[in-house]
Antibody
Framework: QVQLVQSGAEVKKPGASVKVSCKAS????????IHWVRQAPGQGLEWVGR????????NSAQKFQGRVTMTGDTSISTAYMELNRLTSDDTAIYYC??????????????????WGQGTLVTVSS | DIVMTQSPDSLAVSLGERATINCKSS????????????LAWYQQKPGQPPKLLIY???TRESGVPDRFSGSGSGTDFTLTISSLQAEDVAVYYC?????????FGGGTTVEIK
């Protein structure tokens, strides 16, 4: 079955960086986008960005641009999200999710299914 | 960015009764070229990641019970649970995929009365 398995919880100090991994199985990794979504404690869902594993092309939400790097290793079907210059506001569960949907006139339209189990990133001094 | 607004924030429904959740987008998510609404619904139980329930506003994901249904078009959408079961206690989110960035509603918590 299609599955995304993420790396374990992280505790970081303000100003540091964190890199979360997401290993895909059960489908052809290069056929689908991988999206990253975060959820602060007790809060809703916030889209961080996406990567097209076949090309390495990425798009991210404006608030994360310049601070987030998304990469993929097709040889091991794994996507990565690195977030720099962490602050306490970055404390959240970070999810990866496979994007399904359509491409129309070069624009990607994705719902997300399935999701990884989530990685808790805690930023604290 | 398209703003997604859900209502109510929470609701308590008796077992076997109907639960209705609303989602409103700040602009239409109906794509005229294919007449499809670019809206999805998710269920998130405590301690779990979100789970896809519905896409294209009304298409149930495989394996989702038929008591879940989605309706609406343009800017106004509804998720209905026709007969609430104990296992449906969760937070429900709508999401638009009409354009980037993907945006989610604030969530609606469904509880048992």
């Amino acid at each position: 079955q299609v599955q995304l398995v993420q790396s374990g919880a992280e505790v970081k100090k303000p100003g540091a960086s964190v890199k979360v991994s997401c290993k895909a199985s059960g489908y052809t990794f290069t056929d689908y986008y991988i999206h990253w979504v975060r959820q602060a404690p007790g809060q809703g869902l916030e889209w961080v960005g996406r990567i097209k594993p076949s090309s390495g092309g990425t798009n991210s939400a404006q608030k994360f641009q310049g601070r987030v790097t998304m990469t993929g290793d097709t040889s091991i079907s794994t996507a990565y999200m690195e977030l720099n210059r962490l602050t306490s506001d970055d404390t959240a569960i970070y999810y990866c999710a496979r994007g399904s949907g359509v491409t129309v006139a070069g624009l990607i339209h994705s719902w997300l299914d399935p999701w990884g189990q989530g990685t808790l990133v805690t930023v604290s001094s | 960015d398209i703003v997604m607004t859900q209502s109510p924030d929470s609701l308590a429904v008796s077992l076997g009764e109907r639960a209705t959740i609303n989602c409103k987008s700040s602009q239409s998510v109906l794509y005229s070229s294919n007449n499809k609404n670019y809206l999805a619904w998710y269920q998130q139980k405590p301690g779990q990641p979100p789970k896809l329930l519905i896409y294209w506003a009304s298409t149930r994901e495989s394996g989702v019970p038929d008591r879940f249904s989605g309706s609406g078009s343009g800017t106004d959408f509804t998720l209905t649970i026709s007969s609430l079961q104990a296992e449906d206690v969760a937070v429900y989110y709508c999401q638009q995929y009409y354009n980037s960035p993907l945006t989610f509603g604030g969530g609606t918590t469904v509880e048992i009365k």
